[in-house]
């Protein structure tokens, strides 16, 4: 909810709100915590704030409870209590439902989600197919004979089938492209077939997401673009590939915006230990270098894991706004843990944050924002305020129907295959194959020509022969009487 001065108010310590400044929104956060103590309310009531505020979100619903932010709240007893001893209603606090878009990759349980394999790029993709670093090379090369050739990358089969072309002219290219080898080609294509198989086609194609589209606003609120992600995380690597793809898109779609007052987007990034688990370090410096630049755009990113400690410190420090949920320490790491994550905050003399952050309860956080000047506020220990959505699943009926009469809907369903690289390579072996078809056909009737030539040639000389042979047998005979009979006249 917002605050009078339409700050967003998150949570409630000591009869006041703790509030976060609209402008500072683009600052990105962090939300930890162990699993259970509250770290997905704690989003939708966020994403619920800056819904009020005017600005879209973004989240990836891991267990499918978001998807009730679409409708009003109240349907727990619990967060009518809260409620109740917060005095919310005294502040303007009342049960709503916002305004949502589902979307799916799977296109099972939202609008479909589509990228293109061009758009993806080489190293994102790379990461995907868990190519190794001479097979990503050649993948890198692979992308690159498509562009020199105006081949486009749309979907897998696109892919196989450059990749089909590359292996079979592979002695062609490489004085031009450096080593093909066989064997990587080979690697990827296993890989790519692997990925087609566990549903991947589904993604790669067009309509491809635009941007606009997670961007839109309803009678003032900002949509809350949600994206159902139990099925996409059965596959951790896909599901932080696809969020990490859909961060770059937004830095290299979003034009620069400067100091705003209140953040463009805001995206937030749950499981977040994931995209950094056993990532390379070019992967993590560009991770890092998203995540700085793409605050001048107006996006604001907010990452979701159970300890600090998850994510990298080159992150890690540019993460304005942090909220901490409980945190167990049972072990020498856990206790470690927990000391570094008490160490972040700027310290409050009414508590010690260590000794807090062991007896939170659930939806207690400690908490400190950003101030109006950028600065870390004291950290606060508070309860977080309840949503004024409903805590939950969305009825699956209710679901469909609003999926149904999305517009959106309506121009991402229905997948279009136009002409890309697979039948561009397809027309292209087609015209070879007829040129060599043509080349055959003229060559056989250049043989047929010369033999026939031959043929005559060698009628002709036997026809010479069998007269000269006459001639030496008959002719000369006869002349020689002749003549011999009119000399002895």
Request: aromatic letters at 8%.
């Amino acid at each position: 909810m917002l605050d009078t001065t339409n700050r967003a108010a998150v949570a409630f310590a000591n009869g006041s709100f703790v509030c976060l400044s609209p402008a500072m929104g683009n600052r990105h956060g962090l939300i930890s915590g162990a699993t259970g103590t509250g770290k997905t309310v704690t989003l939708q009531t966020l994403a619920e704030t800056f819904s009020q505020m005017g600005v879209p979100v973004f989240a990836a619903d891991i267990k499918g409870d978001l998807s009730g932010v679409a409708v009003a709240g109240g349907n727990r007893e619990s967060v009518n209590q809260r409620v109740r001893d917060c005095r919310l209603e005294d502040h303007g606090f009342a049960f709503r439902g916002f305004p949502v878009q589902f979307w799916d990759v799977f296109g099972l349980q939202g609008i479909p989600v589509r990228a293109t394999v061009a758009d993806m790029g080489d190293m994102l993709l790379a990461r995907l197919l868990q190519l190794n670093d001479t097979q990503s090379a050649v993948l890198a090369m692979i992308f690159k004979i498509a562009k020199d050739m105006s081949l486009e990358l749309t979907d897998l089969k696109d892919l196989q089938k450059t990749l089909e072309y590359t292996r079979a002219n592979a002695p062609r290219l490489s004085p031009a492209y450096g080593n093909l080898p066989a064997n990587s080609i080979g690697a990827i294509q296993r890989n790519v077939m692997a990925l087609q198989q566990e549903g991947a086609d589904d993604f790669f194609g067009e309509p491809a997401l635009n941007i606009e589209d997670l961007m839109h606003t309803v009678d003032g609120r900002g949509v809350i673009n949600i994206l159902a992600a139990d099925q996409l995380m059965q596959s951790p690597r896909a599901y932080t590939t696809f969020l990490l793809w859909l961060l770059t898109k937004l830095f290299t779609s979003l034009p620069e915006a400067g100091d705003r007052d209140k953040p463009a987007l805001v995206f937030f990034f749950d499981e977040a230990h994931l995209l950094f688990a056993n990532a390379p370090r070019v992967l993590v410096e560009r991770i890092e270098q998203v995540v700085r630049l793409i605050r001048s755009k107006g996006v604001g990113i907010f990452f979701l894991s159970q300890s600090p400690t998850d994510i990298p410190d080159s992150v890690l420090g540019q993460l304005g706004n942090r909220v901490q949920h409980a945190l167990r320490a049972y072990t020498p790491n856990d206790i470690k843990g927990l000391k570094a994550a008490a160490r972040s905050f700027r310290a409050n003399p009414a508590f010690d944050a260590e000794s807090a952050i062991a007896e939170l309860g659930i939806g207690e956080a400690l908490i400190s924002f950003l101030d109006a000047k950028g600065v870390p506020a004291p950290v606060e220990r508070a309860w977080i305020l309840p949503p004024q959505g409903q805590i939950g699943p969305l009825d699956a009926a209710q679901r469909e129907s609003m999926l149904q009469t999305s517009l959106l809907y309506r121009v991402y369903a229905e997948k279009k295959d136009r002409f890309s690289a697979f039948e561009a390579l397809n027309a292209q072996q087609a015209e070879d194959q007829r040129q060599k078809e043509e080349a055959q056909q003229l060559a056989q009737a250049q043989k047929a020509a010369q033999d026939e030539e031959k043929r005559k040639e060698k009628e002709k000389a036997q026809q010479i022969r069998f007269w000269s042979g006459v001639a030496k047998s008959v002719l000369v005979p006869i002349v020689r009487r002749f003549l011999a009979g009119m000399f002895r006249r």
